[in-house]
């Protein structure tokens, strides 16, 4: 009896071993589920899209674009330069546009406020001669509680505007480094009001961000970096793709568009 009791806990054991290693399985294939890329209804839908792009897409002229920003320009967080969100953004436009030869030029430097990204907007921006430039901006100066850069930004808004370029400004991203800091309420609701008087486009990544948290219930970790601060490979990945949706949106004839508007763009 001894014996079988013997035998018949090690083949319990052997059971639950097995089952274990069987959940422990389980749990890392659904770990390694991809997540859903979502945004908050609406959010693709720019008050001032770039429409005058629509020609060049229209008659599969080059599009070039230039990404301009800091280290989540850059790509800080992202497994290579590949990963980044500029990088993204071009193989999502690319695929998109079939015929369409799409450049995406990646700006971004590390650690960067609004005064030295316009300081340097002849070199790495004008004379690009870009048709769109995506101006990522107001990290930095939340990271160093400083005031939000509203009349620099708006004075380089129409530097770029000036020079034939469209804009499409892009706000901090919803990380617990910056939403800790009191400046962040300011810094966005400058950078949208700006958006708004200057009649550029706003692509609203600091609301992206939180949804994913509030809504989807994600952990920061899920989309950020170790750092708890720069995004990573899915979350780029992610941005470029609600991104890609507004660019294409906005090139959109007004009609065409009433007619697409109710059906869901797949993402």
């Known amino acids: 009896m001894s014996s079988r009791y013997t035998v018949s806990a090690a083949g319990a054991a052997l059971g639950l071993a097995l089952a274990m290693v069987g959940f422990?399985?389980?749990?890392?294939?659904?770990a390694q589920e991809p997540k859903l890329c979502a945004a908050p209804s609406g959010i693709d839908?720019?008050?001032h899209p770039p429409t005058r792009i629509r020609e060049r897409i229209t008659k599969g002229l080059p599009l070039k674009i230039v990404a301009i920003g800091s280290s989540s320009t850059y790509g800080t967080g992202a497994s290579s330069p590949a990963a980044s969100y500029p990088s993204r953004l071009e193989a999502e436009l690319k695929a998109r546009l079939p015929g369409v030869p799409?450049?995406?030029?990646?700006?971004?430097?590390?650690?960067?406020e609004a005064n030295q990204m316009a300081a340097?907007?002849?070199?790495d921006v004008v004379d690009e001669n870009p048709d769109l430039v995506l101006w990522q901006v107001g990290s930095n100066s939340v990271l160093r509680d400083h005031p939000a850069p509203g009349e620099i930004i708006r004075q380089g808004v129409e530097?770029?505007?000036?020079?034939?370029?469209?804009?499409?400004?892009?706000?901090?991203q919803y990380a617990p480094k910056i939403i800790s800091r009191p400046s962040i309420g300011q810094s966005v609701d400058v950078i949208t009001a700006t958006a708004h008087d200057e009649e550029v486009g706003l692509f609203d990544r600091f609301s992206v961000m939180r949804y994913w948290v509030e809504t989807e219930h994600m952990a920061f970790e899920e989309f950020l970096s170790p750092d708890l601060l720069h995004m990573n490979d899915w979350s780029y990945a992610c941005v470029a793709k609600i991104l890609a949706n507004a660019i294409i949106d906005g090139a959109k004839p007004p009609a065409t568009t009433a007619i697409v508007a109710p059906a869901a763009i797949k993402r």
């Not at 450049?103 to 960067?112: D, P, Q």
């Not at 530097?159 to 901090?172: C, F, H, M, Q």
Request: net charge positive; no cysteine; proline share 3%.
């Open 45 to 47: 839908a720019l008050e």
């Open 159 to 172: 530097r770029l505007k000036a020079r034939g370029s469209e804009v499409i400004l892009i706000n901090p």
């Open 24 to 30: 422990a399985g389980l749990s890392a294939v659904h």
């Open 102 to 112: 799409v450049t995406v030029l990646n700006k971004g430097i590390g650690g960067e």
């Open 120 to 123: 340097r907007f002849d070199a």
